[in-house]
């Protein structure tokens, strides 16, 4: 079976970068992974200055339209390190988070879609043909939490 993910106001909207869920990464507390995700794009870059603005972003939605104004330069590695940055921040975000680690660790070994109908790389696309990372992100998530509580489970066992 699939679940697909898209909307917070959704089943399983948790899954979604928008979700309200803080995180805190290298001492810095961001409101949502839209926040961090967008904010990192130009660390390093020209137009670092960009950085706080979206930090300080009254929602995600917001976080994102200035992560993607298409005249602002990205860090030179962006394409390199953006899904491990997007990675390290959903799992910042699941450990972080107990009710919705709870939420993804019942979904099984099912297979997680973001079920985005603009975005073939993060989500699946309109046609379904999409890449995905966002789901593969949150399945690799599932599994790296699930060998955590079981190395828990033993070191107190």
Not at 73 to 85: A, H, N, Y
Not at 92 to 113: A, N, Q, S, W
Not at 131 to 141: A, R, T
Request: glycine share 6%.
């Amino acid at each position: 079976m699939t679940i697909y993910f898209y909307k917070v106001w959704q089943p399983y909207g948790c899954f979604s970068n928008f979700s309200l869920h803080p995180i805190e990464i290298e001492g810095v507390y961001w409101p949502t992974v839209e926040h961090y995700y967008q904010a990192q794009k130009f660390v390093g870059s020209d137009d670092a200055v960009i950085i706080p603005l979206i930090h300080a972003a009254p929602t995600p939605d917001e976080a994102a339209a200035l992560g993607r104004c298409s005249t602002r330069k990205l860090r030179p590695d962006w394409e390199i390190v953006k899904i491990d940055v997007m990675r390290a921040a959903v799992l910042k975000k699941f450990l972080t988070h107990p009710e919705i680690r709870e939420v993804l660790l019942v979904t099984g070994d099912e297979v997680l879609v973001e079920n985005s109908p603009t975005d073939y790389f993060w989500g699946c696309g309109a046609d379904k043909t999409g890449q995905n990372h966002l789901g593969k992100i949150l399945m690799s998530v599932r599994e790296e939490i699930r060998q955590l509580l079981f190395l828990t489970a033993i070191t107190n066992s």
